[in-house]
Every structure is written in C-alpha cells, then in structure tokens.
C-alpha cells in the first residue's frame, strides 16, 4: 500500500542544533505540505510544495527550511532549534491542487 | 490573526446522543471546507468535506452544514459512538488551494 511515512517520530535536541525531519511518500504526489500542532493554534502551515524545486512559505516558515528535490520526499530543517520549535510536526501530501490531505503519523521534537 | 476558528476546545457527550462541532472563519474567499479526525499518536484523517456551492453534505453518521452567510460551518455527528473520541479539526481553503485549520475540538463520547 502506498503510504506517508515521517521519522523520527521522537527526537530531544538541544538549542541551536540543526534538525532535519524526514518525510517520504509513495504515492508519487505532487503536492506536499509541513504543518506543525501546538496546543490552542491547531495545525499551521510551515511550507509546502506543489512540486520538484518548488517551495513556498506558510504562515509560520521562520527558523525553518525545506527542499524538494524528488517528488518523494520534503524533509524540513530546522536551521538552529529553538525552544518555541517544541512541537508535533505532520507532513501531508496530496496528488493536485485541491480535496483532501494525507498525513503521516507525526514527529515529536523536544528543543532543550 | 485566526482565520479559521473553533471556539469550543472540547465536547463531552453520551453515546447514542447528537455531537454538534461549530467552527467559524473570516476569509469569505474561502470555498472548500474539511473535517478531519485525530486520534492520539496518529496523523490526522480526513473525514467529510463540503464545497461553497453546498449547504450540507452527509456521509453516514456525519453531515456537515454550511452558512456561508454567517460565515460558519457545523459537524454533526448521529449517534456519537465511543470510538468517535477524538480531536476534530475544521479546515477551509481557497479555490482548493492550501488548508488553513481551526484549532481543534476534543470529543468525548461517553459510554
């Protein structure tokens, strides 16, 4: 079965280390999306990309990267952790521009 | 500035009985509106959606209700079963385009 898989799904680090969270999908969808949950603000979008080389800022892009290289796979780099990056980051894809997400089981990040 | 918004961070309620999710937003752009569910330790999964050009979509035991005028849509789930305890988490987008989420209501249904 086609699926989205993220790793590590738990990683403690310690401020000012770079962090990069691997997301890879087998669907061969164009479209892929980084979304971090924190209590109280829901999901918000950290960057997506409607496809190879292409990369777009969300609403909450500072202190982060991505790049797309492949269709498979986004991964998101954290230049120099915060503590404000604590968090549950979820990537998602989805084959064209429009209807539903798919998501990945989610990555914990701890920033001591 | 939230443009998607669920004003009600939880819900309890029995099964068998009615649960009634809200969520209100601000962009009259938006046009594509989506309910997913989140267990704990899982991703998010999509549930049911409903496009502007509509004011109610079903799907079983889940139908959606939009007022486009009053800028608000509705989750109604009939009858709520245990295992429907779960985060839910409204979506909108504009022309299909990326999902802003609402933050979220946690539902309990109890037995």
């Known amino acids: 079965d086609a699926e989205i898989t993220q790793s590590p799904r738990h990683k403690i680090t310690e401020t000012g280390r770079q962090v990069t969270l691997a997301c890879h999908q087998t669907?061969?969808?164009?479209?892929m999306f980084w979304y971090r949950q924190d209590l109280g603000h829901g999901l918000r979008l950290i960057h997506y990309s409607y496809g190879v080389h292409d990369t777009n800022k969300g609403e909450v892009s500072d202190g982060y990267s991505v790049s797309r290289s492949n269709t498979e796979d986004l991964p998101l780099t954290l230049e120099s952790a915060a503590s404000s990056q604590t968090s549950v980051y979820f990537c998602?894809?989805?084959?064209?521009?429009?209807?539903?997400?798919?998501f990945g089981e989610g990555s914990r990040l701890t920033v001591l | 500035d939230q443009q998607v918004k669920q004003n009600s961070p939880s819900l309890s309620v029995q099964e068998g009985r009615i649960s009634i999710l809200n969520c209100d937003y601000t962009?009259?752009?938006?046009?594509?509106f989506l309910w997913y569910k989140k267990y704990p330790a899982e991703g998010p999964t999509f549930l049911i959606s409903i496009s502007s050009i509509k004011d109610k979509n079903e799907d079983g035991r889940f139908t959606v209700f939009l007022n486009k005028s009053a800028k608000h849509l509705s989750l109604h789930i009939v009858p709520s079963q245990p295992g429907d305890s779960a985060v839910y988490f409204c979506a909108a987008s504009e022309s299909g385009n990326k999902l802003t989420f609402g933050g979220g209501t946690r539902v309990l249904v109890k037995p």
């Open positions: 962009n009259s752009m938006f046009d594509y």
């Open positions: 669907w061969n969808h164009n479209n």
């Open positions: 998602a894809s989805r084959q064209g521009r429009t209807g539903e997400l798919f």
